[in-house]
């Protein structure tokens, strides 16, 4: 049982190592000077959103971008009410979700395809609030590379509680894996909310032709079937200034199946990399609860346990604090107890996703 424990926490802390390689060979990118040539389509997907639309829409008033060259495609997922768009210098168009498979977000920006005249879209969602030079950095990263699709990052406005505090630590966790994979030049992971890409390369892939029956994973496995077939032409913007910035959810049950959700597309991806990855994330997060349970029992020396968890605490913390003074320069709070927390509730989640069901925007999804 030691022997089994302590071969997962090696090659555990071998894979979080790798990734703080790759994270430090991913260099910040800072804007220049250069005049914005690059034009844009927003897509928001959105459904139920009208407390949050607004202000999504007012930091795109505020984008230090010249409102000639960029358009914002609003997708309605059959929101309960209306939401009516005006008073706007940029273009703003509002479109009804066509649903042709299991996927409500994937059809949202199928459907904005259609109304798409620029050559890049940009993609985020209706609960985020980007920052002003957001547009600008990605044009003057476009301009200076030879890129058909560029991934950006997301962290979450938190609130001083203790669910905000746990929600940070995981995101900034994916975060770090995120930018981490493309520096190993293993990109299987990103974030929709902060994501672009050529509206040609959207075409060359046959958009989501082949995993349309899973109902999330708009990002990943569009990211996962442009770098198998063009590497070198997906990027990470790893830049401070075009960082967008969303809402954590609002409880426990929320990020619960928020977090189902994102871990059901796992058996699917079509990066091995990724597979493999996420199956030594798993166990070694198991292995911490075993360790944990057996301890108690006596099953275990408790001496021992304290050492597993000491390792995996100090691999997790060098992830978790470079990729969070990239993220927001603050100190990482509830840090302790999240970190004795999460590995229960990741692995929780993790076995949930084999069978569970879930909710999202109040409908119900399968397996």
């Not at 708009?218 to 079937?225: A, E």
Request: hydrophobic letters at 45%; proline letters at 3%.
């Amino acid at each position: 049982m030691i022997l089994g424990l302590f071969l997962i926490l090696i090659i555990y802390i071998g894979s979080i190592g790798m990734l703080i390689y790759g994270f430090s060979k991913v260099k910040k990118y800072q804007k220049t000077d250069l005049k914005p040539q690059t034009s844009f389509t927003i897509i928001v997907p959105f459904r139920n959103e009208a407390e949050n639309l607004p202000k999504l829409l007012q930091s795109f008033s505020e984008l230090n971008y010249p409102d000639d060259l960029f358009e914002v495609v609003l997708v309605d997922d059959n929101s309960k009410e209306k939401f009516q768009v005006s008073g706007f210098k940029f273009q703003v168009s509002l479109v009804d979700n066509i649903r042709i498979s299991n996927s409500p977000k994937k059809d949202a920006i199928s459907t904005a395809m259609q109304h798409v005249k620029t050559n890049w879209v940009i993609t985020t969602d209706a609960d985020c609030i980007v920052p002003e030079n957001w547009l600008l950095t990605f044009d003057n990263y476009i301009q200076q590379n030879d890129v058909s699709m560029l991934a950006g990052a997301v962290t979450y406005k938190c609130e001083n509680s203790f669910l905000d505090h746990f929600q940070q630590l995981d995101l900034t966790s994916l975060q770090g894996a995120t930018i981490g994979s493309f520096g190993l030049q293993k990109a299987f992971m990103c974030n929709g909310a902060n994501f672009a890409y050529k509206k040609s390369l959207f075409e060359k892939l046959n958009g989501f032709d082949g995993n349309n029956k899973i109902a999330s994973g708009d990002d990943v496995f569009l990211l996962q079937k442009a770098a198998s077939l063009f590497a070198d032409k997906v990027h990470y913007l790893k830049s401070e200034e075009a960082i967008v910035v969303t809402k954590p959810t609002e409880n426990w049950k929320s990020l619960f199946y928020q977090r189902v959700r994102w871990a059901a597309k796992t058996s699917s991806y079509q990066s091995g990399f990724g597979k493999v990855l996420g199956l030594i994330v798993f166990f070694g997060n198991l292995s911490f609860v075993v360790g944990f349970l057996f301890s108690v029992f006596a099953i275990l020396p408790y001496p021992f346990f304290v050492m597993f968890a000491f390792l995996k605490f100090t691999v997790d913390f060098v992830l978790l604090y470079i990729t969070n003074q990239f993220l927001t320069k603050n100190r990482i709070k509830s840090l302790l107890l999240s970190s004795l927390l999460y590995p229960f509730f990741s692995s929780t989640v993790a076995l949930y996703s084999l069978f569970g069901s879930y909710e999202w925007k109040g409908r119900k999804f399968g397996k």
